[in-house]
């Protein structure tokens, strides 16, 4: 167990529909990133917050949205779902130090159908 | 971007064979991580380097730090069924916003 807590751990919705995706960090981790894999696929990096703030985006699409709250738990948010949307997300924390460790969530499966 | 180079790509050994697989970049880390993924889970740490030269071990995984930062590689010795998944590197830059860049995976398949 990562210490990283993720839910749901599925979600099953149709195409236009909006969901929201839930990230706990580790005790102590100030930093949380989120992730995509899709079937086969490698990781590809979203978005990451430190503290509240947004620091850095990833390939993210204009459709979904993050934040981090101030209990450091953190919301991805998916709007107007397209088919190829599907997919594993997965969240990460960090305590973002000079050299530092990301330790992953078990993830969400998104199904849009 | 950044990329790393993960090599191979996909393995195909025989139980009690060693492995190995390493990453390499054209950009200086801080940290190396290397990561196991079974099918539908998330990726889990397997060994964490944080200074250049360093040598873990965990069990029968060894890991290094390359001496230029660049590098590091990752050796399973006497692998068994259990091992199967795929293996994804990491590497951290402090500077560039705590960013962690992922290699593409290597997948990998042990016969019993």
């Known amino acids: 167990d990562s210490g990283v807590t993720q839910t749901p751990k599925h979600l099953i919705t149709a195409t236009g529909q909006r969901v929201t995706l839930r990230c706990s960090p580790r005790?102590?981790?100030?930093?949380v990133y989120w992730y995509q894999q899709s079937l086969d696929q490698g990781l590809q990096f979203l978005i990451q917050?430190?503290?509240?703030?947004?620091?850095a985006k990833g390939n993210i699409l204009e459709r979904f949205s993050a934040q981090q709250f101030p209990d450091l738990h953190s919301e991805l948010n998916l709007s107007s779902l397209e088919l190829g949307d599907s997919a594993l997300y997965f969240c990460?924390?960090?305590?973002?130090?000079?050299?530092?460790?990301?330790?992953f969530g078990p993830g969400t499966r998104l199904t849009v159908l | 971007g950044q990329q790393l180079n993960q090599s191979p790509q996909s393995m195909f050994i025989q139980e009690g064979e060693d492995v190995s697989m390493n990453c390499t970049s054209s950009?200086?880390?801080?940290?190396w991580l290397w990561y196991k993924q079974d099918p539908g889970e998330g990726p889990v740490l397997l060994i964490a380097?944080?200074?250049?030269?360093e040598l873990t071990s965990n069990g029968r995984l060894t890991a290094q730090f390359g001496i230029t930062r660049k590098d590091s590689f990752l050796n399973i010795s006497a692998s068994i069924p259990s091992d199967v998944g795929i293996y994804f590197c990491?590497?951290?830059?402090?500077?560039?916003?705590?960013?962690?860049?992922f290699g593409s995976g290597t997948k990998l398949n042990v016969k019993p």
């Open positions: 990460a924390s960090s305590v973002w130090g000079a050299t530092d460790t990301q330790y």
């Open positions: 005790s102590g981790d100030l930093s």
């Open positions: 917050y430190y503290n509240g703030e947004e620091r």
């Open positions: 950009s200086i880390f801080n940290t």
């Open positions: 380097l944080y200074k250049a030269g």
């Open positions: 990491a590497g951290q830059q402090r500077d560039n916003f705590n960013k962690f860049y």
